[in-house]
């Protein structure tokens, strides 16, 4: 990875808090929990790999993830795995104006699927949003899971 294109996802890099909320029903409420995660840069600065530690409605939720910009098909790639779906996740995007979207298809029971799309946005040095939403048809979206990251002051 070129240090320009680091740069565009440097503000990942580091501590995080996170204010994380689930909505398992598109008519439920809300859950929400706290967590913390950490980027670091990875294999001489190509990737970087996120941990995730927290809770998601009452069990621990661990998860690692990894970012990286394909030369191949000049896009944004996250895969992404944890202990409760214990599958690995693939998604594929650009920035959006200042927003980084990614896509991918997550497989469901039997033979179905459904589209799936991961925004950062409102991003700033000291903070910044994600979303997961999904879909059946890539028109209309549901938000399922929503996150506040906020930046962890090291400890003296």
């Known amino acids: 990875?070129?240090?320009?294109?680091?740069?565009?996802?440097?503000?990942?890099?580091?501590?995080?808090?996170?204010?994380?909320?689930?909505k398992?029903?598109?008519e439920g409420e809300w859950?929400?929990?706290?967590a913390?995660?950490?980027?670091?840069?990875?294999?001489?600065?190509?990737?970087?790999r996120q941990t995730f530690e927290g809770s998601m409605m009452g069990q621990r939720f661990l998860g690692l993830g990894y970012f990286c910009f394909?030369?191949?098909t000049g896009k944004w790639q996250?895969?992404?795995i944890d202990n409760l779906a214990a599958l690995i996740s693939y998604y594929e995007g650009d920035f959006i104006e200042d927003k980084l979207v990614l896509t991918g298809v997550e497989k469901g029971p039997e033979t179905s699927s459904f589209q799936v799309r991961l925004t950062w946005h409102s991003i700033g040095e000291?903070?910044?949003?994600?979303?997961?939403?999904?879909s059946p048809?890539?028109?209309?979206?549901w938000p399922v899971m929503k996150m506040d990251y906020t930046r962890a002051i090291p400890v003296a």
């Open 126 to 134: 000291s903070a910044f949003g994600w979303l997961l939403e999904t």
């Open 31 to 34: 859950v929400k929990s706290a």
């Open 1 to 22: 990875m070129t240090p320009t294109l680091l740069k565009k996802i440097a503000f990942l890099l580091g501590d995080w808090n996170v204010t994380m909320e689930v």
């Open 78 to 80: 996250h895969s992404w």
């Open 24 to 26: 398992p029903d598109p």
């Open 137 to 141: 048809d890539e028109q209309s979206w």
């Open 70 to 72: 394909s030369r191949m």
């Open 36 to 48: 913390t995660s950490r980027f670091e840069t990875v294999l001489g600065d190509a990737a970087i």
